[in-house]
């Protein structure tokens, strides 16, 4: 593994919100209280919009597109199809469930891991200096 770039270093610290939400997720479905589950349904909800989707909406507008460019389109098209499944799962109805909680606990930690593990990875060593430079610079800094 390669040292993180410092301009995807903010993208990255965001990572490390995302991991303790799901394992906040993961804790309130295995509690058997379904209080817990609600009102981390509603933590979840509520750190996505302030969170996740910012960091989502900077990786999609300004990570994906030149990595795309660079030819690497399956790893573009498995990061839009997490942030899709990711989302949809933050909007269920049913996410107070402990099934719903955990799959969504599941989904997250994998996410993350892959885009630590592959996505910074491949952007880092393929993607020029403009593009990294636009990615920080359109990072708001979340973690």
Known sequence: MLR?????RSLSSDHHHA????RG???AATSGDANACATMADALRASFGRELEPHFVVEEQ???PPLERCGEGALVAKTR?????????????????PEALEAL???????VRFEERELFEVAQTKLD?????????NSPGLG
């Open 129 to 137: 200096d403009a593009a990294l430079d636009a990615v920080m610079r």
């Open 19 to 22: 991991l303790v939400l799901a």
């Open 62 to 64: 300004w990570l994906l």
């Open 81 to 97: 199809e997490d942030h899709a499944a990711i989302r949809a799962q933050l909007s269920a109805s049913s996410l107070g469930s």
């Open 25 to 27: 997720a993961r804790k």
């Open 4 to 8: 993180r770039d410092p301009r995807l």
């Open 105 to 111: 606990a599941a989904r997250l930690e994998a996410h």
